[in-house]
């Protein structure tokens, strides 16, 4: 595997479940980041991981939890959605300050 | 703060003609700018970055872009369209320690 890989890359859940987004990065970054993708709005950062530290949390609801046991991989723990939670969940890594972030092919999530 | 205004969200060309996706920002320091490239049902793709050398930045796919201080803006071009340029295209810039503001996207379509 190379770059940054996502899985799963489509899940379907109800409001009940529980679920989880894999992110892993092959390219020895320090910095670790996950992204909302909903249609006809901006990207919206969720969270921010530097050297294992979340160093951004832009006021994410609690049903989001993100956990980054080592340096190459990130999740984002999913409980109780909401239909408007549905969207294209991105991970992206980058290394060292104003360096460009090399992004994961996303998970589409539908919360039905 | 920083942040950037891309100037329309959809842009239509004709295969073989020049594209030009516009992109104004606001900083208060120099910043470093960056184009990303979306194809359907991807992550983000980096086509070029202005990290504060060369003012026309030379990227991947024939794309270029400027980088004008005086109008505070760094406009992507490509001088003649192909159909497998159809995508939606961000301008970002660096706000903070390893922090991406994206600005609304807009989606290139490009006609036989």
């Known amino acids: 595997e190379t770059g940054v890989t996502q899985t799963p890359r489509h899940l379907v859940m109800g409001m009940t479940n529980k679920k989880s987004l894999k992110c892993e990065q092959h390219?020895?970054?320090?910095?670790m980041y996950w992204y909302k993708q909903s249609a006809k709005k901006p990207l919206e950062l969720m969270f921010v991981?530097?050297?294992?530290?979340?160093?951004e949390n832009n006021s994410v609801p609690s049903r989001f939890s993100p956990e980054c046991p080592n340096s190459s991989h990130l999740f984002l723990h999913l409980h109780t959605l909401q239909p408007e939670d549905s969207a294209l969940y991105l991970c992206?890594?980058?290394?060292?300050?104003?360096?460009?972030?090399?992004f994961g092919p996303g998970t589409r999530l539908t919360v039905l | 703060a920083q942040s950037v205004t891309q100037l329309g969200s959809h842009v239509s060309v004709s295969e073989g003609a020049l594209v030009l996706l516009r992109c104004n920002y606001s900083?208060?320091?120099?910043?470093?700018l960056f184009w990303y490239v979306q194809y359907p049902n991807q992550g983000l793709q980096l086509l070029l970055k202005?990290?504060?050398?060369?003012?026309l930045v030379k990227g991947i796919n024939g794309f270029e872009a400027e980088f004008k201080k005086s109008e505070t803006s760094f406009h992507l071009t490509k001088p003649s369209a192909h159909m497998s340029d159809a995508a939606e295209y961000f301008c970002?810039?660096?706000?903070?320690?390893?922090?991406?503001?994206f600005g609304q996207g807009t989606r290139l379509t490009i006609n036989p």
């Open positions: 991981y530097s050297l294992e530290e979340r160093v």
């Open positions: 970002a810039v660096i706000k903070g320690a390893q922090k991406l503001v």
């Open positions: 992206a890594s980058s290394q060292g300050r104003n360096n460009e972030q090399f």
């Open positions: 900083s208060s320091v120099p910043p470093y």
């Open positions: 202005y990290t504060s050398a060369a003012t």
């Open positions: 390219l020895g970054h320090n910095a």
